[in-house]
């Protein structure tokens, strides 16, 4: 089963992203554990920082579901995917977030900014989270050449800013590979949404690899087109199906 939605963000040019649905591959076991579990989504391990830490007013929320491909064209790119989970509980100035900022750090390889996001608003790469508003970001860094899987890439950080109305707020998030199943309970998935790439909007950075690792060499240009998401290693489940989502660049 498939559900398909248009969605515009932009002039003359068209996106096509296919979403599959996680699940596991093969008999990979492994998970991407932050250095604070304090949460989970999707029955994920995940670090939630309140925003701002001396006032709270709401939180971000980082988890990731492991490396996957993206398939364009007839290549495909090994790609690690995070996804930030953003919620302005109480505060009467909405906040803002550039997708721009949010970077990934791997030892050895420097930093990179994503090539593709998928969101639930339209108005990528800028994201505004109003009062009482939650917003779901799911980004997709190329790996460097030599990490074309998950076994290959054992630390990461990701790093993260929300610009409030007293401050932007900004920190890092470790992620390490866990070879085992963590003490948390991730066999059967709970919470909306579940699946990477399940947002109708999405984004590709027209300046990358501007911002990228050291050893990164993307057989395919971010741009328009077909774009489809694979399936994950890890010990997710959330059943068959895709997402299939279409608009324009801005």
């Known amino acids: 089963m498939r559900m398909t939605t248009w969605s515009s963000f ?20 492994y998970v991407y554990e ?12 995940a670090d939630r920082t309140s925003i701002p830490q001396e006032r709270p007013q709401g939180a971000i929320e980082v ?18 995917h995070v996804r930030a989970v953003v ?16 970077l990934v750090e791997i030892p050895g390889e420097g930093q990179s900014r994503a090539m593709y996001v998928n969101a639930d608003i339209g108005t990528l790469p800028n994201v505004t989270i109003a ?14 050449d030599g990490m074309r899987n998950a076994s290959s890439l054992a630390r990461f950080d990701m790093l993260w800013q929300v610009n409030t109305a007293e401050r932007p707020v900004a920190s890092r998030t470790t992620f390490d590979r866990i070879d085992k199943e963590p003490a948390v309970a991730y066999e059967e998935p709970v919470g909306w949404p579940l699946w990477a790439g399940y947002g109708p909007y999405w984004w590709y950075d027209p300046f990358y690899p501007s911002v990228a690792f050291i050893h990164v060499h993307p ?32």
């Open 10 to 29: 932009g002039p003359s040019s068209v996106l096509v992203v296919v979403a599959g649905m996680l699940g596991c591959a093969g008999n990979s076991s």
């Open 34 to 45: 932050p250095d604070t579990v304090n949460a989970t989504l999707a029955g994920l391990p």
């Open 63 to 80: 988890t990731s579901y492991g490396v996957t491909q993206l398939r364009r064209d007839d290549a495909a790119i090994p790609v690690l």
């Open 87 to 102: 919620t302005n509980d109480g505060d009467d100035t909405p906040w803002s977030l550039d997708t721009t900022k949010q």
């Open 131 to 144: 009062r009482h508003e939650r917003r779901v970001l799911d980004f997709y860094f190329p790996l460097p």
């Open 219 to 250: 057989r395919v240009r971010p741009g328009p087109g077909r774009v489809v998401v694979g399936r994950f290693g890890g010990h997710f489940h959330a059943g068959g199906g895709g997402h299939v989502a279409s608009g324009g660049h801005r």
